[in-house]
T-cell receptor, first 115, second 114 residues
Framework: DTEVTQTPKHLVMGMTNKKSLKCEQHMGHRAMYWYKQKAKKPPELMFVYSYEKLSINESVPSRFSPECPNSSLLNLHLHALQPEDSALYLC??????????????FGSGTRLTVV | DQQVKQNSPSLSVQEGRISILNCDYTNSMFDYFLWYKKYPAEGPTFLISISSIKDKNEDGRFTVFLNKSAKHLSLHIVPSQPGDSAVYFCAASNYGGSQGNLIFGKGTKLSVKP
């Protein structure tokens, strides 16, 4: 299995809703990432988990809450989002936190719309 | 302030010709550079990479050139095919540092016309 699987592919949520994005990989990778990408912008790093521990939080608002239940799963819990949070949310993994010549393996993303 | 810059938002090339995508960077601590390809509604897919100790890496139709003194790299696709039409992201990282995070450029949309 050489994929990163993200669910759901599309999500529309209201500003008072609570929802979660899920990411799964079975490549034995020990580093997992959440990126946010807005239209015509580069992917921007949000969080890094290294060996199931949060190692980087790029000053992300607390309405985004990451969780790494085990080495294969990464969740992003969403609560009280704003319309400007609408974006493509990408999950990625790499063999270890030091990166590799193959970079990251990305999932297909979750297209989030906040109404 | 962008550390990785792709100044051409789009590029159109005829099938069979060469596509050259450019990328500039500002951080001299970057020690690895990667190119990703992205189709609509899909995540970025790794294409090719180069270490800062090299100036060229080739993989089939794809070659990446690195000019460290100019802080510039380019991706050459020869010959270009319609299936190469996608957004190409340049990314850089400091793998020798404590965390190998990838920093992405804004991307260049390549259109290869039959």
């Amino acid at each position: 299995d050489t994929e990163v699987t993200q669910t759901p592919k599309h999500l529309v949520m209201g500003m008072t809703n609570k929802k979660s994005l899920k990411c799964e990989q079975h490549m034995g990778h020990r580093a997992m990432y959440w990126y946010k990408q807005k239209a015509k912008k580069p992917p921007e790093l949000m969080f890094v988990y290294s060996y199931e521990k949060l190692s980087i939080n790029e000053s992300v608002p607390s309405r985004f809450s990451p969780e790494c239940p085990n080495s294969s799963l990464l969740n992003l819990h969403l609560h009280a989002l704003q319309p400007e949070d609408s974006a493509l949310y990408l999950c990625a993994s790499s063999p270890g936190p030091q990166g590799s010549r193959y970079g990251y393996t990305f999932g297909s993303g979750t297209r989030l719309t906040v109404v | 302030d962008q550390q990785v810059k792709q100044n051409s938002p789009s590029l159109s090339v005829q099938e069979g010709r060469i596509s050259i995508l450019n990328c500039d960077y500002t951080n001299s601590m970057f020690d690895y550079f990667l190119w990703y390809k992205k189709y609509p509604a899909e995540g970025p897919t790794f294409l090719i990479s180069i270490s800062s100790i090299k100036d060229k890496n080739e993989d089939g139709r794809f070659t990446v050139f690195l000019n460290k003194s100019a802080k510039h790299l380019s991706l050459h696709i020869v010959p270009s095919q319609p299936g190469d039409s996608a957004v190409y992201f340049c990314a850089a990282s400091n793998y020798g540092g404590s965390q190998g995070n990838l920093i992405f450029g804004k991307g260049t949309k390549l259109s290869v016309k039959p």
